[in-house]
């Protein structure tokens, strides 16, 4: 089942989606062709429109974000990632599941995302597949321990 594409923006307040955040269009094509999990995607290309997105009433249940995005809240392109990541856990939730779709391999990279609080790090070229498990996996209400 395809999921809709929806540009930031677009006024549906009462709509879960999944939020992703790269401007990386052979990736969001792919994404879009391939996903079946039936949560709808919104695109945002730039930290500025995430942003715009996160300041409405709407909210993900959770974001996918690369790391390489046109600078808003940061000073260069390669970190724009990691500002939006620290800008989400300081100012929006502590709690949205983050997972970081990337073509950054440098391990310093991936630490400091994860220590910002994304959940996962995925390496690009990656099987939409795996990632869709790993949203699901994610997504899943944490199962109470019995005494």
Same mark, same amino acid.
Request: glycine letters at 2%; proline letters at 6%; a negative charge.
């Given at each position: 089942?395809?999921?809709?594409?929806?540009?930031?923006?677009?006024?549906?307040?009462?709509?879960?989606?999944?939020?992703?955040?790269?401007?990386?269009?052979?990736?969001?094509?792919?994404?879009?062709?391939?996903?079946?999990?039936?949560?709808?995607?919104?695109?945002?290309?730039?930290?500025?429109?995430?942003?715009?997105?996160?300041?409405?009433?709407?909210?993900?249940?959770?974001?996918?974000?690369?790391?390489?995005?046109?600078?808003? $809240? /940061?000073?260069? *392109?390669? !970190? %724009?990632?990691?500002?939006? #990541?620290?800008?989400?856990?300081?100012?929006? @939730?502590?709690?949205?599941?983050?997972?970081?779709?990337?073509?950054?391999?440098?391990?310093?990279?991936?630490?400091?995302?994860?220590?910002?609080?994304?959940?996962?790090?995925?390496?690009?070229? $990656? /099987?939409?597949? *795996?990632? !869709? %498990?790993?949203?699901?996996? #994610?997504?899943?209400?944490?199962?109470?321990? @019995?005494?």
């Amino acid at each position: 089942m395809d999921c809709p594409s929806n540009d930031a923006g677009n006024d549906e307040s009462d709509q879960l989606f999944i939020l992703v955040v790269d401007d990386d269009e052979i990736f969001i094509d792919d994404l879009m062709s391939l996903w079946k999990t039936p949560l709808p995607i919104q695109i945002a290309r730039s930290g500025k429109e995430c942003n715009k997105l996160l300041k409405s009433l709407r909210f993900p249940l959770l974001i996918i974000l690369d790391i390489d995005l046109p600078h808003f $809240f /940061s000073e260069v *392109d390669s !970190e %724009e990632g990691l500002a939006i #990541l620290h800008h989400i856990r300081e100012r929006i @939730s502590s709690t949205v599941p983050v997972i970081i779709a990337s073509h950054f391999s440098a391990s310093e990279i991936k630490d400091r995302a994860m220590r910002l609080g994304a959940q996962r790090y995925f390496m690009k070229p $990656f /099987s939409v597949s *795996d990632l !869709e %498990e790993t949203v699901i996996d #994610l997504l899943k209400p944490a199962t109470p321990v @019995s005494d």
